[in-house]
Every structure is written in C-alpha cells, then in structure tokens.
C-alpha cells in the first residue's frame, strides 16, 4: 500500500508536474481483515512491487499526455522534459510556461486555443476546427527574444499567430490540409543559418505591421498565399501554385551561402508575384539573376526599386525561361560597381529563352561593367534566344563599359526570338582601352527578329534590306536614334511605323507568310500599337 498511497505525491515532488488522471484506476483489492492478518512481508513483497511499476508507468503515462478538455482556462509551466503530449479540446485555453527547451512537445488542439508564452518555442503542433496558437511578446523582459530549433504547424481550418515580438527560429514548417493562416503582426522573425521556413498546401501568410523574416531560406509552394503589406521578407522561391502580392515593403537578399545563387526571387512552376511599391536590397549575385522565373511562374514587377552590385559574373537582372512572364513597370533597377574577373561573362538586364515573355513599360534601368583581366566581355540591355520574347516600351536604359574585348548591345536576338523596341530612351557607351569600339546596338543571329516601332527612318518600312548598318530615325515617342546594327541572312530587323490602315495592312501580308514559313510563335504586328500594351498578358492581379 505504501507505493499506491504514496508514491505518485512522492513523483509529483521531486519533478514539480501536475497529474490529473481521468476516469478510475483499480489496481485490484487487499483486504486487511482477519482472514488475511497472517500476510507476511515476504508474501506481499512481489504485490508491492508489482503495484510500485504499475503506479511508475501510470505516472510517465500521465506525465507524457496532459488532457484538458472541460473548457476552461489552464495553465501549464514545463521543465527540463524530453517528451510531453498535449490534448486541449471542446474550446479550451492553455497558457504555456516555460524556459527549457522540450525536445519531443507534441500538441494537438481541436477547436481550442494555445498561448505559447515559453523562451523556446520547439514543437510540433496539430491545430483544427478553428482552432488558435498564438505568441507574443507579452510578459517577457523588453528586447528579450523567443527561439527554437524545429517548429511546425499542421493545420485544418486554424490560425497561428505572432503578435509583436522578436523570434529566432532556425526552421519553421508549415502545412495546411485546408484553407489555415499564419498571422506576422509587427513581428521579427529570424532564420538562423542554415534554416528555412517552408509553407505548404493551402496556407494563407499574411504579414502587416513592420513584420519582418529575416536571412535563411523562404520557401511557398503547393497553393500557399501570401499578402505582405509594409513589411520585409527575405529572398522568396515559389513553387506550385504559390501567389503572393507584396506591397509597401522591403525584400532583402538572404545571406545563405554567402549571398551566392539566391536573388531575390526564383519562381517556378505555375506560381505568381507582384510586387508594387517594393525596395530590393543588398543584391549581390554571381551566376544567378536577381529574378529568376521558370515553367509557367509569373512575376510582376511595379513602383519598385532594385540596388545590386557583383564582383563575379555572369551578372542578370531579369530572367525569364521557359514558359513564364514578366512585366516590369515603372521600376528603377540598377547594377553598379561591376567588377568582372571571369572569362567569358558579361551582365544582361533582361534574359529570355524558351518561349518566355518579357515586356518593360517605363522605368530607369541601368548597368555598368569594368571587366578586370577579362576577355569577351557580353553587355545587353535585352538577350532573347529560343522563341521567346522581350518588349521595351518606354523608360530609359543605359548602360556602359570599359574594358577589353567587350560586346555590348542594346538587343541580341538569337534563335526565333524576337524583341521589340516601341518607345524609351537608350544611353550605351564603351570605352575600350586600344581596341576598336565594339558597341553594336541591334544584333539578329540565326532567325531571331529585332522589331523597331517609329517614322522617319533611313530605310523603308518593313525589313532592312542590308546584313549591317547604321539605323536612323525616331521612335513612337519621338526619341531620336543612331543605331549601329548587324544581322545573319535569315535574321530580320523591321521596321514598324505608327498604326495606319492601308499602311499597316501592306505591311503585314508579306511578313505574316514568312513568320507562318518560320513557325514564328505569337507574332503579329497588324495591331502594333494594341500589341505593345497586350504582348504580355499576366493572369496575375
């Protein structure tokens, strides 16, 4: 009798914890009457024990699963424990105290809520019918931070919420089996090298209020949704069908793997970005662009303003592959401070290949390069190759150099691939150290397709007739241009003059048989100027 009558206080004293069992236990009956007086120690010594293991398993039982399920409001401080299970139910209320870490928490919440208030956020949750986890940074000393190594959320029909405060995670993972949020509100999230938060399946992310997810690796995919509104995020890969729409807020480059190969943005998939109102910082690429869209991802690209500076190369902008597209409007990106040591490289505003679409309305885009012991050094504002397109519609490019052996070019058409150039002003300048000057604006090769939107041209309407030359003349918005051009014998340069009927129509017979002979993808130019505002149709909004 001593173990069943004293020995679960006896556990409770010496670990501090608080066991509520629930229903009744029967460990089965003595009976101290006369009839069993004659029990000797050595008789009862194997019920003793056997009732000590009975009562040591009960209570690692009871201590490993907590269940509190009466709807009321609770409160629980954990210790140094490896391995603890929670179950809080029928609209409960657990507040979590804490500040050792818990290898093993496990929680399962169903239609309750869970106020985690503990130092070290560590566990694995499982949340639903409306259920809540929610953290803050009420109650701990002012700039003291929350951390944790692993911690994940399954949710179905729930909320998690970071409400202020300061986090410093190291992996944070996220998945949700039906529509579930994940709520930064003026929160700061840090990622720890080399961890990463990864959001799954149909999880809505919504951050406001300066929340900011600092370093490490982002990660969206399945058909996750983000909404980011005056706020900062690291470096984004979408995948899937992720959609995100960024606002008024800060992107800042992750520093995983010293800042090599993340960008701000790598989209793949059928996923979607907008940004409108955005500062990217601290780009600092090498072998990577700065935007990297892939398959069918879409990127939207609006009021913003990129800042990025390599000391390697090949250095991209914008690139589009694949099956995506890409719209940039009104947005100022600018690569400064290039200084390439490396063969065969060069830097590129606008890359495009497969049978992507670019098109860039407005803006102010430039770069530089100062290639330092270098050879064949490649410049173009836009590069297209395969069927892909790119359309400059407006804004001003520059772009200069100074180097040896340098190749820089306004356009650089190669394969079937096409670029127009409708309106904009272009500033491209080389200075090359005893060498002659390798600035050739428009370079069609193979079959590629260079398309010149304007009047008073030094040459007729339609295709130039000569292999190189120099291009005079003005383009819709009436910038004059001076172009140095070159192109292959079954590489075209066109020229396309403001929409008139009969003009327009003469223009187009003849040039529509050779893009159907060629299998010219999506090219028209009967409509010139419906085509420069629709040429790249982004389902995102």
Not at 10 to 18: D, F, K
Not at 98 to 108: A, E, S
């Amino acid at each position: 009798m001593f173990c069943s009558a004293y020995l679960p206080r006896l556990i409770c004293t010496l670990t501090g914890c608080h066991i509520s069992i629930r229903g009744s236990i029967n460990l089965g009956h003595i009976r101290a009457n006369r009839r069993y007086r004659s029990f000797t120690l050595r008789q009862s010594l194997p019920s003793i024990l056997l009732m000590c293991a009975l009562w040591l398993g009960l209570a690692s039982s009871a201590k490993a699963q907590l269940v509190y399920d009466d709807g009321g409001s609770h409160s629980l401080t954990l210790g140094n424990e490896n391995s603890v299970q929670l179950m809080i139910s029928n609209s409960s209320h657990l507040h979590l105290f804490g500040d050792f870490t818990t290898p093993d928490l496990k929680v399962v919440l169903d239609g309750s809520t869970l106020t985690d208030r503990r130092s070290a956020l560590d566990g694995n949750f499982t949340l639903s019918a409306s259920s809540k986890y929610y953290v803050s940074n009420g109650g701990l000393p002012t700039g003291d931070s929350q951390s944790s190594d692993a911690l994940s959320f399954a949710l179905d029909d729930s909320v998690v919420e970071f409400d202020g405060g300061t986090y410093n995670t190291v992996n944070l993972d996220v998945n949700s089996t039906t529509s579930s949020s994940v709520n930064l509100i003026g929160s700061y999230m840090g990622v720890g090298y080399p961890g990463q938060h990864v959001y799954r399946g149909q999880t809505q992310l919504n951050l406001s209020a300066g929340a900011q997810i600092r370093d490490g690796r982002f990660t969206a995919l399945d058909d996750v949704v983000g909404r980011v509104v005056d706020s900062t995020l690291p470096s984004l890969t979408l995948k899937d069908r992720a959609d995100f729409r960024v606002n008024n807020s800060t992107v800042i480059e992750s520093n995983v793997d010293d800042n090599w190969h993340d960008g701000f943005l790598r989209g793949s998939g059928e996923s979607q970005v907008a940004f409108d109102n955005v500062l990217f910082k601290n780009g600092s690429d090498c072998n990577g662009p700065l935007f990297s869209n892939a398959d069918s991802s879409q990127l939207k690209l609006r009021n913003s303003d990129v800042a990025a500076s390599w000391s390697c190369s090949p250095a991209i902008a914008i690139s589009a592959s694949d099956r995506s597209k890409v719209l940039v409007e009104s947005t100022r990106i600018a690569i400064e401070n290039m200084l390439l040591n490396v063969a065969v490289s060069g830097t590129t505003l606008f890359s495009a290949e497969g049978a992507a679409q670019i098109e860039v309305r407005g803006g102010e885009y430039d770069s530089d390069l100062i290639p330092a012991d270098s050879w064949r050094q490649f410049m173009a504002i836009a590069s297209a190759r395969g069927d892909s397109r790119i359309v400059l519609d407006g804004g001003s490019y520059s772009q200069h150099a100074f180097g040896i052996e340098l190749s820089t070019h306004l356009a650089h058409a190669v394969d079937d691939a096409t670029i127009e150039l409708v309106a904009g002003s272009f500033d491209l300048s080389i200075n090359q150290d005893a060498m002659s000057d390798g600035l050739l604006h428009l370079n069609a090769e193979d079959r590629g397709t260079i398309i010149v939107y304007g009047s008073d041209f030094n040459y007729p309407l339609g295709e130039v007739p000569d292999l190189a030359g120099t291009l005079e003349g003005k383009l819709i918005d009436g910038n004059l241009i001076r172009w140095k051009f070159a192109r292959a014998t079954d590489a075209r340069i066109i020229l396309v003059p403001e929409p008139s009927g009969p003009v327009i129509a003469g223009l187009a017979i003849p040039l529509l048989v050779r893009t159907l002979r060629r299998s010219k993808k999506e090219m028209s130019i009967d409509s010139p100027r419906n085509q420069r505002r629709t040429c790249v149709e982004l389902t995102a909004t």
